[in-house]
């Protein structure tokens, strides 16, 4: 878990998506010198280590064509228990 570092979520990310983090980031960094959008900076941190996390799960890249191609068959299907009955 890179946390919120910024160095280390993008040496956690895939070289296919540093780019994007980086000029994302550096959008934000020009953001929160106006202070009321500070908190942007913290927001796109949390986004991307979340990002970064599931990019480094195996099977990513194909539950991602699979949600693509409508595979829904390779989707588990969980209701937790209280919620029995409501869905």
Known sequence: DPGEDPAAIF???PVSHRAQFRAEYDDALE???DL???KQ???LLRQWRLRA???ARPGYEEAVQDAIQN???MF???T???WEGRV
């Open 11 to 13: 040496e956690a990310l």
């Open 31 to 33: 953001a929160a010198h």
């Open 36 to 38: 009321a959008r500070f």
């Open 41 to 43: 900076v913290q927001t």
């Open 53 to 55: 996390i599931a990019y």
């Open 71 to 73: 595979r829904t068959e």
């Open 76 to 78: 588990t299907r969980y």
């Open 80 to 82: 937790p228990p209280e």
